[in-house]
């Protein structure tokens, strides 16, 4: 019982945390959000040639750095709602109810951006938002079953 309150506690702080990130920066004006994102851009792209990553490669990154950044984010929360609900062994029922938040958090981001000054909400970020988040809960689950098989079979 400890353990589990233990893996509850920890998951949803990471939940909230993560959350909370997205929807701040969500909240910020177009041209706040600008700045942010090419600071991003100039941080990528520096580490991006000490690592010589190829030019295509590169040229996207940095080219869709916000769409990027959507992806990743969304990637993160998605595995901190799959870590939560398979850790409550929850099967297909906690698939489900990570998809859906996941669906719900990315579809209050982007009506964040309703109110924000010289933004607005497009319906292909909730669609890679949702995606990536699916992604992210696909591979904690994946994990988490291999992690069960390894462990039965060690019994």
């Avoid at 929807?23 to 994102?37: E, F, K, R, T, V």
């Avoid at 490669?57 to 080219?63: N, Q, S, T, V, Y």
Wanted: positive net charge; aromatic residues 10%; contains cysteine.
């Amino acid at each position: 019982m400890k353990q589990r309150r233990t893996h509850l506690i920890i998951s949803l702080s990471l939940i909230v945390l993560t959350v909370g990130f997205i929807w701040i920066n969500s909240a910020l004006p177009g041209q706040d959000s600008s700045q942010l994102s090419d600071r991003v851009r100039a941080i990528l792209e520096k580490i991006m040639n000490f690592m010589n990553f190829p030019d295509g490669i590169r040229a996207f990154l940095l080219g869709y750095v916000r769409k990027v950044a959507h992806a990743v984010e969304y990637a993160v929360i998605g595995a901190e709602l799959g870590f939560l609900w398979s850790g409550l062994g929850r099967g297909f029922q906690g698939l489900w109810n990570a998809w859906s938040a996941v669906l719900a958090i990315s579809v209050c981001d982007e009506t964040i951006q309703l109110f924000a000054m010289s933004r607005g909400p497009q319906i292909t970020d909730v669609l890679l938002d949702t995606v990536s988040g699916t992604v992210g809960i696909l591979i904690v689950y994946l994990l988490w079953i291999i992690i069960k098989c390894i462990r039965n079979k060690g019994e």
